[in-house]
């Protein structure tokens, strides 16, 4: 797969932008990046208050494949509409958390599976639409 000339190939794209004022700076004028990171966790927070975010409160599957993605990401910031892969997910965390998905619901799925529907909203329809058939 090539790329366009001038754009960065997908893996090297951020996964999300956060508009700031200014950037935190050391004493010598150099960007703080460890104050950036702590920046910008606050501005994620803040912006998942604000939106609300999609938490999907009665589902029961839904709430527990958010945990697992919390778990795995190490993230506080996913809900039910986060992209695995867009929040720092990779193959060998995806093999991880489909076997723990199994192991909390009894439900053998396939990576390809996790591929297309990276969302635990969209994974949970397609465990509920498994264990249907």
Known sequence: MGTRPGRPARRRRPQEFLAVDTFPTTVSQKTD??????????????????????THQGDELTVALIALWQQLLERTDVDADAN??????????????????????????????????????????????????
């Open 84 to 133: 695995f892969f867009a929040h720092g997910g990779h193959s060998l965390l995806g093999a991880q958390l489909v076997q723990r998905v199994e192991d909390a619901t009894g439900t053998t799925l396939a990576m390809a599976d996790l591929y297309a529907d990276p969302t635990p909203a969209r994974l949970a329809a397609r465990i509920r639409k498994t264990n249907n058939q």
């Open 33 to 54: 990046y460890l104050a950036l990171k702590s920046l910008a966790g606050r501005l994620r927070s803040q912006r998942g208050a604000d939106t609300g975010g999609t």
